[in-house]
């Protein structure tokens, strides 16, 4: 039924090894106690629609099933569930004390697997996993072009990917990882021929696994978010037509404005405009349009921030380095076992390498000389567009909450130009909150600043920093961690929380910023998470 050697997918993350002959037992989604109401699971291997980390407590934990077969769907997009050949990634919970294995099996093989045990039919099944956990380490490789400047050669522009996931991964995201490499091969070939000014900054390459991998990178190796100015991260940049992508230059959080975003727009809309020319006519100066790739135009679009990748490590405020995130969404495939080289588009390859090699070859090169009217311009037109983006968003808001989204926006436009000195050594000027000094302040009036460690964000992929210490101190699920924004939640709240905690704004600026951001949100859930933070040491308040 599921071979590891035809297709890996098929076996979840942290299965451990067993050999096992037992029954299968039909179990629904298996999140649920009523999943397992009336039906003996003991010693069976349960067959579930969710993913295995979501039964394995209550399967295995509770229950004393033997093991798990998952039919769980991949992410949804519009096309979700509509190709039952597709075999999902699947994991089991890293930290769980109910070790077990699982396997993922198509729609297709559950709805028949289901089908026969409904009429009655006891299907046996013989499970062998080799698998386990174990210390280890995981080599980081990096590779730099140096820098020409005695001055700025220290400081760097990364390029940055992510080398881990499920096989096979090809774009997500064996695409950006080579990708970044063909960038670095195409400058180092084109600034050796002397058809490229070596750059006065050096430029850094870094094939990390995702998230995990760069948090602890900048953790045990400071020097790396010293040096580092900006990031030029890829994660998903080779989908077309066949995996419906639409292709994004993602601007960073409203808590670090920044004029690389602009930077990148900036070629985007070039190939965006070349690209189209040459779909529409068939001729154009520069149609990027790779031998064995499509032709259909780029249609990249300039969108507001997301999670979900490294770019998030960078742009915490532990680092508050600026990150050009260059990405795919929606991805019908993505982690699954259709996301294969041949749904990838050569195209695409090239015009995201062009891109991010374009931008990161520009911050490289930027000094106080060539910084020119071209990025004034670049400030007008981020101007335009965020003016455009703050207008659909305060439809319908009160007067009140309009005004103050209308001053955060202004504020982030102006923190964008700001950046830009900031970029070529000027200092940077403290952020515009108000700073009280109240003994007694209202809970508005606090302020709190990140303290020095953990560093970096404190929900990563398998691992929760704040959920492990706020059980220990017994401290209470903060509600906004639950809560439901226009255009956020939970973890993207926290996130900017965060991150806007400078030691300088108070709660209400706070509250404003990521209000702006997501969407309206009362004053008090922002105070409550921040007091949950400090009683776990994430951020201390300044008095
Ligand atoms: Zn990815």
Not at 21 to 46: C, F, N, Q, R, W
Not at 378 to 404: C, P, V
Not at 489 to 514: C, H, P, S, W
Not at 528 to 543: F, N, R
Request: charge should be negative; charged fraction near 25%; hydrophobic fraction near 40%.
């Amino acid at each position: 039924m599921a071979s590891y050697e035809a297709e890996p997918i098929v076996l979840a993350e942290d299965s451990e090894s067993a050999d096992v002959t037992a029954d299968l037992a039909d179990v629904g989604e298996g999140t649920k106690e009523s999943d397992y109401a009336g039906k003996d699971v003991k010693g069976k291997i349960v067959l579930v629609s969710a993913q295995p980390g979501a039964v394995q407590d209550l399967a295995v934990g509770k229950f004393g099933a033997a093991g798990i077969v998952s039919y769980a769907q991949n992410q949804k997009t519009a096309w979700w569930g509509e190709d039952e050949n597709l075999i999902r990634w699947g994991h089991l919970e890293t930290f769980s004390p109910n070790k077990t294995f699982a396997f993922m099996v198509s729609l297709q093989t559950a709805r028949r697997l289901r089908e026969r045990l409904a009429q009655g039919e006891e299907i046996r099944l013989h499970a062998v996993a080799k698998a386990g956990q174990h210390a280890g380490n995981y080599e980081v490789v990096t590779a730099a072009i140096r820098g020409a400047d005695r001055q700025l050669q220290d400081e760097e522009i990364a390029f940055s990917c992510h080398l881990d996931h499920q096989r096979p991964g090809a774009n997500d995201n064996a695409s950006g990882c080579v990708t970044i490499l063909e960038v670095a091969r195409t400058l180092q070939k084109l600034i050796a021929e002397g058809k490229l000014a070596r750059p006065a900054r050096t430029i850094r390459f870094i094939w990390p696994p995702e998230i995990e991998g760069t948090v602890t990178l900048l953790n045990a190796k400071p020097e790396f978010a010293k040096r580092i100015k900006a990031v030029v991260h890829m994660d998903m940049v080779g989908g077309g037509p066949e995996t419906k992508a639409v292709f994004h230059v993602t601007r960073g959080p409203m808590s670090l404005p920044s004029f690389v975003h602009d930077v990148a727009w900036a070629f985007a809309e070039f190939v965006n405009e070349e690209s189209y020319k040459f779909a529409a006519t068939g001729k154009a100066e520069f149609p990027l349009v790779a031998p064995e790739g499509g032709k259909e135009p780029l249609g990249a679009a300039d969108s507001a921030y997301t999670l979900g990748s490294d770019h998030q490590v960078y742009q915490d405020s532990s680092f508050g380095i600026p990150a050009i995130y260059l990405n795919d969404w929606p991805d019908r495939y993505i982690h699954t076992n259709l996301d294969t080289a041949a749904n990838i588009d050569p195209t695409k390859l090239k015009r995201a390498a062009f891109i991010g090699a374009a931008s990161g070859y520009f911050l490289a090169r930027l000094n106080v000389q060539n910084a020119s009217s071209g990025l004034e311009l670049s400030s007008e037109a981020r101007s335009a567009r965020l003016a455009a983006r703050m207008f659909s968003r305060i439809r319908g808001l009160s007067k009140a909450e309009e005004a103050s989204v209308n001053q955060v926006f202004t504020d982030y436009v102006a923190g964008s130009d700001e950046s830009l000195q900031a970029f070529l050594g000027a200092p940077r000027s403290t952020s515009s909150g108000t700073r009280l000094n109240a003994n007694n302040a209202k809970p508005g009036e606090l302020v709190f600043a990140r303290t020095a460690t953990p560093k970096g964000p404190l929900e990563v992929f398998g691992y929760d920093y704040f959920e492990e210490h706020r059980r220990a101190a017994g401290v209470a699920t903060p509600k906004l961690l639950r809560y439901e924004g226009l255009w956020g939640a939970g973890e993207e709240y926290a996130y900017e929380v965060l991150n806007f905690a400078d030691g300088q704004r108070n709660t209400q600026k706070i509250r404003d910023a990521v209000s702006a951001e997501y969407g309206p949100v009362p004053l008090e859930l922002v105070v409550e998470y921040l007091l949950a933070a400090e009683k776990i040491g994430v951020v201390e308040q300044v008095k």
